[in-house]
C-alpha cells in the first residue's frame, strides 16, 4: 500500500504482529448529548454529555478467511487508522469486527467479491 494513498487506511494486527491491511474504511464518533432545562424555562441551560461510542467499518477484495475466522472466535484486533495513508495522523485503539459479509458472489464475477465488515473500537488514541 503506498503511502501517498488518500482515503482511510487501516492496519490490523493481532498479538503484536501485523495480519493486514484494510481499505476503504468508515470511522464514525458519537457522543450521547442531551440538552438540559430547567423548569418553567424554554431554553436550554446546560448539554449533558454521555457515552463517546466509536464504530467503523471497512470494504475490501476478499482474499483468504482471516476476518471472517477473526469475526467467528470475537477476537480483539489493534487497529490503526491513517486518514491520509501515511502514518500521521492516526487513530488507534483495539476493536472487535461487529458484522461480516461478502458480496458479489456470482459465477460471472468470480475474482471481485467483496468483503465488508463492520467494528466497535474502544481505547483510542491519536496523534
Given at each position: 500500500m503506498s503511502s501517498a494513498s488518500e482515503g482511510l487506511n487501516a492496519s490490523?494486527?493481532?498479538?503484536?504482529?501485523?495480519?493486514?491491511?484494510?481499505?476503504?474504511?468508515?470511522f464514525t464518533a458519537r457522543r450521547a448529548v442531551e440538552s438540559w432545562t430547567s423548569m418553567g424555562s424554554t431554553v436550554p441551560d446546560d448539554v449533558l454529555k454521555g457515552v463517546v461510542e466509536y464504530t467503523g467499518g471497512f470494504s475490501r477484495a476478499y482474499i483468504d478467511n482471516t476476518y471472517f475466522d477473526i469475526f467467528v472466535s470475537g477476537t480483539a484486533l489493534q487497529g490503526t487508522i491513517f486518514p491520509r495513508g501515511g502514518s500521521t495522523p492516526y487513530i488507534a485503539g483495539t476493536l472487535v469486527i461487529s458484522d461480516?459479509?461478502?458480496s458479489n458472489m456470482e459465477r460471472s464475477s468470480a475474482t471481485a467479491v467483496v468483503e465488508e465488515g463492520s467494528f466497535t473500537m474502544y481505547g483510542i488514541t491519536s496523534s
Open positions: 490490523i494486527s493481532l498479538g503484536g504482529t501485523a495480519i493486514g491491511w484494510l481499505a476503504g474504511v468508515s461480516y459479509t461478502l
